[in-house]
Antibody, heavy 122, light 107 residues
Framework: EVQMVDSGGGWVQPGRSLRLSCKNS????????VTWFRQATGKGLEWVGF??????????EYGASVKGRFTISRDDSKNIAYLQMDSLKTEDTAVYYC?????????????WGQGTVVTVSS | DIQMTQSPSSLPASVGDRVTITCRAS??????VNWYRQTPGRPPKLLIY???NLQSGVPSRFSGSGSGTDFTLSISSLQPEDFATYYC?????????FGQGTKVEIK
């Protein structure tokens, strides 16, 4: 069964760091891009960024609100991807979802993690 | 960035109704529009990809159409599990962006 499991959320003070993990099962993570989205309570969905598969260069792209603060990485040997979040702000408070995708035009997201909650507050 | 604007924002409906949600892009997105359904506390579920392709396992009462800047999601006969929020999303150019959502509510 295909699954994405995201974890690592919690409460953190502004300016601090947190690392989220995304583990998969049922398919080879290395064949896909890993994309992160977030959703603040009662709000819509926001694209955070993605890391492409090695076949597409393993490159990353980020949304403007997180660029320079967040870093996505992957370890295909362990079927895991990470979202390193540094210099966190209160506006980063949200549910974070990892998904599999392509990282190219025409991308779509068929499997999502259950979401992990990040709360940034003093 | 490409803005996706959905209408309506709220849609009162009854079981068995046919409902239509529209999504307009601020510039052309070809046919690279996907549709998702989300219920509270759950991740989005992919319904339609690339404008009109039904995702595996999704009931045939869902259909999508459009091209360029104007897109539509239709539900032919609303079921109880369809009372939820629906989002369109473009993957023509990064940043991938979503519409603000359409909440289908019980009339």
């Amino acid at each position: 069964e295909v699954q994405m499991v995201d974890s690592g959320g919690g409460w953190v003070q502004p300016g601090r760091s947190l690392r989220l993990s995304c583990k998969n099962s049922g398919f080879t993570l290395g064949d896909y891009a890993v994309t992160w989205f977030r959703q603040a309570t009662g709000k819509g969905l926001e694209w955070v960024g993605f890391i492409r598969s090695k076949d597409y260069g393993g490159t990353t792209e980020y949304g403007a609100s997180v660029k320079g603060r967040f870093t996505i990485s992957r370890d295909d040997s362990k079927n895991i991807a990470y979202l390193q979040m540094d210099s966190l702000k209160t506006e980063d408070t949200a549910v974070y979802y990892c998904t599999r995708g392509l990282g190219i035009p025409g991308d779509y997201f068929d499997y999502w993690g259950q979401g992990t909650v990040v709360t940034v507050s003093s | 960035d490409i803005q996706m604007t959905q209408s309506p924002s709220s849609l009162p409906a009854s079981v068995g109704d046919r409902v239509t949600i529209t999504c307009r892009a601020s510039q052309t997105v070809g046919t690279y529009v996907n549709w998702y359904r989300q219920t509270p506390g759950r991740p989005p579920k992919l319904l339609i990809y690339a404008t009109s392709n039904l995702q595996s396992g999704v009931p045939s009462r869902f259909s999508g159409s459009g091209s360029g800047t104007d897109f539509t999601l239709s539900i032919s006969s609303l079921q109880p599990e369809d009372f939820a929020t629906y989002y369109c999303q473009q993957s023509y150019s990064t940043p991938w962006t979503f519409g603000q959502g359409t909440k289908v509510e019980i009339k």
